[in-house]
């Protein structure tokens, strides 16, 4: 018998949602492993339950390594045709019945301006390097940029051994350009293990950029990693002291990310 891990979510639209995020997944990056969908109850998935641990900083690089491969992969089969402030529907071109399982993903910018402008707006984000003004800009940018995805690459959103890592939780899932989730991950797991040598980043930016720029795509510059940094601390400080979230970002990021925001014409590397 398989084991079952049950997810159970309190409205039924997010439930599909989820298992449409999980349809893309399967499809864009058909060589990563994440669990089988079981069965599918009214308000709830079982799915295939799978071993690991989640993200350690020791993990970073397997980490940075597969978001790397994931987003290639998808930006070169799929998302090269998606403009990152525009929903994007992908259809799924191997389905011969008459069931319709196209999916469409949410932009970038929409789904979280007004997040980002309201928490701004709280004054309950500590030490923001970013200004609303400044967000906008930094959203209108992101429209021409080429096409990744956002999966919420947190440290508990991955299962890892000594031989895979499994990417689990399909509940969000948007476009975001190259650089964002994998910001993601290195803000949260400094969240909750504490501050990262700077090297360490270094070394997980670089093995991340080496596969869109194997494949010619630019990557992700150091203003820009730092700048969904700053994303991510004001949309995680919400979580701060729970989730194991036990550090906020602005008390442990590296103050080159401050000097590079703040020196908006410079690129420093770090
Ligand atoms: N298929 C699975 N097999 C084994 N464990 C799982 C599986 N799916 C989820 N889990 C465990 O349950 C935890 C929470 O699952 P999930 O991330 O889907 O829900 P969540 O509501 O987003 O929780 P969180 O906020 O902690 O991320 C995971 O971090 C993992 O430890
Ligand atoms: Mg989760």
């Known amino acids: 018998m398989m084991r079952i891990f049950t997810k159970t979510f309190t409205e039924p639209h997010t ?37 690991g641990h989640h993200g350690t900083p020791d993990d970073l690089l397997t980490l940075a390594d597969l978001l790397g491969h994931q987003h ?3 930006h070169t089969h799929d998302l090269h045709a998606a403009r990152l402030n525009t929903p994007h529907t992908s259809a799924d071109l191997t389905s011969h019945d008459h069931t319709n399982n196209d999916v469409t993903i949410a ?24 200004t609303p003004g400044a967000i906008d800009d930094w959203l209108e940018q992101a429209a021409t940029m080429p096409a990744a995805f956002y999966k ?19 509940d969000s899932l948007t476009l975001a350009p190259f650089g964002y989730d994998l910001a993601k991950i290195i803000v949260t797991i400094a969240m909750t293990a504490g501050p990262l040598p700077e090297d360490t980043i ?27 940094c700053e994303f991510h601390h004001i949309l995680t400080t ?12 602005h008390a442990i990021r590296p ?3 401050t000097d590079i925001l703040r020196n908006s014409d410079k ?4």
């Open 72 to 74: 290639t992969t998808a």
């Open 238 to 249: 919400p979580h701060h002291g729970t989730n194991g979230y036990r550090y906020s970002w």
């Open 152 to 170: 919420d690459a947190n440290p508990r959103n991955f299962l890892i051994t000594d031989t895979t890592v499994a990417v689990i939780d399909f």
């Open 202 to 228: 270094r070394r997980t930016v670089a093995a991340y950029n080496r596969h869109p720029e194997q494949r010619g795509l630019p990557g992700c510059s150091w203003r820009e990693f730092a700048a969904w």
């Open 15 to 51: 439930q599909q949602r989820s298992l449409a995020h999980h349809r893309w997944i399967a499809r864009a990056n058909p060589d990563v492993r994440i669990p089988q969908v079981v069965h599918i109850h009214p308000t709830a998935i079982d799915f295939e339950h799978l071993d």
């Open 107 to 130: 932009d970038f910018a929409d789904s979280r301006r007004e997040r980002l402008h309201r928490l701004l707006a709280t004054g309950t984000v500590p030490a923001p390097l970013l």
């Open 255 to 257: 103050t080159w990310t």
């Open 267 to 270: 690129e420093s590397a770090p």
